[in-house]
């Protein structure tokens, strides 16, 4: 039987920067030249900028990557280097977040959109989110009850459903979404399944 290599999640980087709004043409000319460059790129999927409200200091970018690899080859690229160089004296660079897989799901709706370069790519249908979390939330709560059932059984129902919510929110947050979330990447996207390419 023919294996595999595992899939890798998506990356999706967050970006907030800093202009000077009068300097507003200048900055739309850099992130089409910069998303002109990215899109040359393989594993590019998208990227999209936003401002909270018109006249605002603060521009946020999302841009997308199929896996983490093709992120980091864009990312050390002499072509962004010469590009973020490029904006020296006008840009000002004040956060950046890295999400992958369901984490973006829970990200609240930006106000205002500015451009929209590239379509961004869409969220799986709610109903495929619903059926991936409780993939993650059924075997885990029936070993919580199995495990630290009996411990917390003589408790208040209070008690016992915070002592079962404080164990199983880290585990589901940090262990067991991400990895059900990976395993079922390309049905969540609207992919063939691994076995079959």
Sequence with gaps: METTAPQQLAVTVAITRRADPSRNAEMLAWVRAGTALAEDFPGFLGVGWVRPVLGSTEWHMLYRFADADALH?????????????????????????????????????????????????????????????????????????????????????????????????????YLVLPQVTKALQWWLQGQRPPWRR
């Design 73 to 173: 080859v864009w990312e050390e690229s002499p072509q962004r280097q010469w590009w973020l160089s490029s904006a020296q004296g006008m840009v000002e660079h004040t956060r950046v977040e890295r999400r992958t897989g369901i984490e973006g799901w829970f990200d609240p709706p930006q106000e205002r959109e500015v451009d929209d370069l590239t379509p961004a790519p869409k969220p799986p249908p709610r109903w495929k989110q619903a059926v991936t979390i409780w993939l993650g939330f059924f075997p885990l709560s029936l070993l919580s009850a199995l495990t630290i059932g009996h411990l917390v059984a003589g408790q208040n129902v209070v008690v016992r459903t915070l002592a079962t919510t404080l164990c199983l929110t880290p585990l589901m947050t």
